[in-house]
């Protein structure tokens, strides 16, 4: 069975860093792209980028190119989505997923809620 | 704003059909056969309905159906249950290995 997991909740103050997990299993991890997806409160989906762990080829979207860095360790079929000083704005739903083939999205892990308040 | 088009909310009896479109341009939905439909539950992740335009994946009724016609694409969920209340993305394929999400969707069982 294929399972994405991720922490289920992260809370920081503005300025804060911050790195979250996705750790997939059930399959050949580094064989398949890993996407990033945000979902802020009550809003749709918004496709931020995705990574290949086998060379960690990145692509992400113009939108949120500089705003995030995505990362993997493929030793432990983990992809990680980072910020370096966060924002308010930041507080949303994060879900990573796997992107098969890389034309659509088949799997989704159960998402990372950040908040981010003073 | 989304890169693709759907209306705000969709409404349909148990037992009949609805269909949510999604609007794209010549450089997502119509210029490939890469459509994906999901269905998000409040408090849930999304879950894949329909993938390259028509293909359910396993475990999904065939009471969901996919299609497309030039730039615009459509769900169609027949025989409506009260647990297909939920909310419903599109999404294309749109060149260098990028995804673009409609605004989704939300279908009210009546």
């Known amino acids: 069975e294929v399972q994405l997991v991720q922490p289920g909740a992260e809370v920081k103050k503005p300025g804060e860093s911050l790195r979250i997990s996705c750790q997939g299993s059930g399959y050949s991890f580094t064989s398949y792209w890993i996407a990033w997806v945000r979902q802020m409160p009550g809003k749709g989906l918004e496709w931020m980028g995705i990574?290949?762990?086998?060379?960690?080829?990145?692509r992400y979207s113009p939108s949120f190119q500089g705003q995030v860095t995505m990362s993997v360790d493929g030793s432990i079929s983990t992809a990680y989505l980072q910020w370096t000083s966060l924002e308010a704005s930041d507080s949303a739903m994060y879900y990573c997923?796997?992107?098969?083939?890389?034309?659509?999205?088949?799997?989704w892990g159960q998402g990372t809620l950040v908040t981010v308040s003073s | 704003q989304s890169a693709l088009t759907q209306p705000r909310s969709v409404s349909g009896s148990p037992g009949r059909s609805v269909t949510i479109s999604c609007t794209g341009t010549?450089?997502?939905?119509?210029?490939?056969?890469?459509v994906s439909w999901y269905q998000q539950h409040p408090g849930k992740p999304p879950r894949l309905l329909i993938y390259d335009v028509t293909k359910r994946p396993s475990g999904v009724p065939d009471r969901f159906s996919g299609s497309k016609s030039g730039n615009t694409a459509s769900l169609t969920i027949s025989g409506l249950q009260a647990e297909d209340e939920a909310d419903y993305y599109c999404c294309s394929y749109a060149g260098d290995y990028s995804l673009d999400f409609g605004g989704g969707t939300k279908l009210t069982v009546l």
């Open positions: 990574i290949y762990p086998r060379d960690s080829d990145t």
């Open positions: 997923a796997r992107q098969a083939g890389i034309h659509n999205i088949d799997y």
């Open positions: 010549s450089s997502d939905v119509g210029g490939y056969d890469y």
